[in-house]
């Protein structure tokens, strides 16, 4: 039987990952149908994402500050200036913008992935290639994920795939939780890995 303690780090990193995920799963359960409720998810999400993500900002992290960004532009479109075509088109800028930080973060090389990965890491660990290599497969993974989601807001907009809101709410949500349970998997597979070497290592 496998220890209970051993997924000890891997739940740890679970919730600093859905931390910064936090406001965008709030916002989704929050913004309804109406304009009142879409103003108040915003402000919602707005708050949440500085109060619990405010180290991650002081660290720089892009998820957060991409997060921060698109939550204060909605504030200004739509709460302050009420702008219906962006209240309109609010689930497939929510996923386009999400898609692009993720993106951006693999191209100037600092997937957001890593920077959570490192919070639980030895600074003496934090360039190993083959560490690099798969907080990178994970961020591209995500990026990938909310591609999909963003894919799936144009054909809503279609009569090509038809549907009632629900299904589209729902599939967002299988999205999220496919990339967090693949990250934690991934993750705990490459941390067993690198414990079982350094084992060997002593071992010998």
């Known amino acids: 039987m496998k220890n209970p303690e051993s997924f000890i780090p891997d739940l740890k990193e679970l919730g600093l990952l859905m931390l910064g995920f936090l406001?965008?799963?709030?916002?989704?359960?929050?913004?309804?149908?109406?304009?009142?409720?879409?103003?108040?998810?915003?402000?919602?999400?707005?708050?949440?994402?500085?109060v619990f993500g405010f180290g991650d900002l002081k660290r720089g992290f892009i998820l957060q500050w991409g997060t921060c960004l698109f939550f204060f532009?909605?504030?200004?479109?739509?709460?302050?200036?009420?702008?219906?075509?962006?209240?309109?088109?609010?689930?497939?800028l929510s996923n386009l913008a999400l898609s692009t930080?993720?993106?951006?973060?693999?191209?100037?090389?600092?997937?957001?992935?890593?920077?959570?990965?490192?919070?639980?890491?030895?600074?003496?660990?934090w360039n190993d290639k083959n560490f690099v290599r798969g907080c990178r497969f994970i961020t591209v993974v995500w990026a990938c994920l909310m591609t999909f989601a963003v894919l799936i807001s144009i054909l809503k907009r279609t009569t090509w795939l038809p549907s009632s809101n629900g299904v589209y709410f729902d599939i967002t949500i299988l999205n999220i939780v496919v990339g967090l349970t693949f990250t934690t998997i991934f993750k705990r597979k490459k941390r067993l890995q690198r414990e079982h070497v350094n084992v060997n290592s002593i071992g010998k």
């Not at 930080?101 to 660990?125: C, D, N, T």
Request: glycine share 4%; proline share 4%; hydrophobic share 55%.
């Open 23 to 50: 406001p965008w799963l709030l916002f989704l359960f929050f913004s309804g149908n109406t304009m009142s409720s879409l103003k108040i998810a915003i402000v919602i999400s707005l708050v949440t994402s500085v």
């Open 73 to 92: 532009i909605c504030l200004i479109t739509v709460d302050f200036l009420n702008n219906l075509w962006v209240a309109k088109e609010m689930d497939l």
């Open 101 to 125: 930080i993720m993106w951006f973060s693999v191209i100037i090389g600092k997937p957001f992935a890593l920077q959570y990965a490192r919070r639980g890491l030895p600074k003496e660990h």
